[in-house]
């Protein structure tokens, strides 16, 4: 019992830090910077990642343990890029649509968007289950770097590429994708795995209590987004937090089945790139 309430109490410590350190540097002159050339907040990135990385290094934790390994990558990597396709479900029946439904995203429509999760969260541990080992992964890593050159080469067919389309395809790989997932399914969910252990199996996947919690933080984070009383805006993006505690649920399953971050990494990085590099192109037209 003390074990588990020193993992949790580590946890909810470093998530509160990380939260009020944010919550500072987003009325800083800088962010303003980082954002109008940038598109994106690389010292607000680095504090996401540095915090657990730091607590990790003082307490000298395994790595592999917080799935910072690349074994068996070549299958990883696999799971990965499925995971990427799965995602175009909640994004396309999910956020494009809820706005055509009338319904706030980060409200009531995140309550559709979840569902839509769900289903993606469903057909994910499907496909999980029926994975086979991979011997060569050229064909993967082709696609994937076809699909983070396209918004660019996008935009520059289109004379409208510029530093924060090409920062946005790095930012959000790099930190809303592997950062994320460092923080949340790698940190988060592996801290709360040595306490609680994985007594639990479903569907070939062997979790526990860490995979919960570390959702459910992932969704709180998501609604403290918009929670930034010192620029004006005080409101808690509730259906985003519903809708980002089923997804955190699908990218933790992933990190259960495979032991490492790479397919969640590539799960959550790759359409995020994409995607948000894609809307920034279009804002400017």
């Given at each position: 019992m003390k074990d588990k309430a020193l993992a949790l109490l580590e946890v909810v410590l470093v998530f509160a830090v990380m939260q009020f350190l944010l919550a500072r540097w987003s009325s800083t002159a800088i962010l303003q910077w980082e954002k109008q050339h940038l598109g994106w907040s690389y010292v607000g990135a680095t504090l996401m990642v540095g915090i657990p990385a730091l607590v990790m290094w003082l307490a000298r934790r395994n790595r592999a343990e917080y799935g910072l390994s690349l074994a068996n990558w070549r299958t990883n990597l696999d799971i990965g890029m499925k995971g990427y396709l799965v995602?175009?479900?909640?994004?396309?029946?999910?956020?494009?649509?809820?706005?055509?439904?009338?319904?706030?995203?980060?409200?009531?429509?995140?309550v559709w968007i979840a569902l839509t999760e769900a289903i993606a969260l469903a057909l994910m541990v499907w496909m999980m289950s029926?994975?086979?080992?991979?011997?060569?992964?050229?064909?993967?890593?082709?696609?994937?770097?076809?699909?983070?050159?396209?918004?660019?080469?996008?935009?520059?067919?289109?004379?409208?590429?510029?530093?924060?389309?090409?920062?946005?395809?790095?930012?959000?790989?790099?930190?809303?994708?592997?950062?994320?997932?460092?923080?949340?399914?790698?940190y988060v969910q592996s801290r709360l795995n040595q306490a609680f252990g994985r007594p639990?199996?479903?569907?070939?996947?062997?979790?526990?209590?860490?995979?919960?919690?570390?959702?459910?933080?992932?969704?709180?984070?998501?609604?403290?987004?918009?929670?930034?009383?010192?620029?004006?805006?005080?409101?808690?993006?509730?259906?985003?937090?519903?809708?980002?505690?089923?997804?955190?649920?699908?990218?933790?399953?992933?990190?259960?089945?495979?032991?490492?971050?790479?397919?969640?990494?590539?799960?959550?990085?790759?359409?995020?790139?994409?995607?948000?590099?894609?809307?920034?192109?279009?804002?400017?037209?």
């Open positions: 995602a175009f479900i909640p994004y396309v029946f999910g956020w494009l649509i809820a706005p055509d439904l009338g319904l706030d995203p980060l409200r009531l429509g995140g029926r994975q086979r080992p991979v011997q060569s992964a050229r064909k993967n890593v082709i696609i994937a770097g076809l699909c983070l050159c396209f918004p660019i080469a996008f935009a520059l067919a289109m004379g409208r590429l510029n530093a924060v389309i090409v920062s946005t395809v790095f930012w959000q790989l790099v930190f809303s994708g592997f950062g994320e997932e460092f923080l949340w399914r790698g639990w199996r479903l569907f070939g996947i062997q979790f526990g209590a860490g995979l919960i919690i570390a959702s459910l933080l992932f969704g709180a984070q998501h609604a403290l987004n918009t929670f930034k009383p010192a620029i004006g805006f005080s409101s808690l993006a509730w259906g985003w937090a519903l809708s980002s505690f089923v997804a955190g649920l699908m990218l933790g399953a992933m990190r259960e089945k495979t032991g490492t971050l790479l397919a969640p990494g590539i799960a959550h990085g790759l359409p995020d790139a994409v995607g948000e590099a894609l809307t920034k192109m279009i804002d400017l037209l």
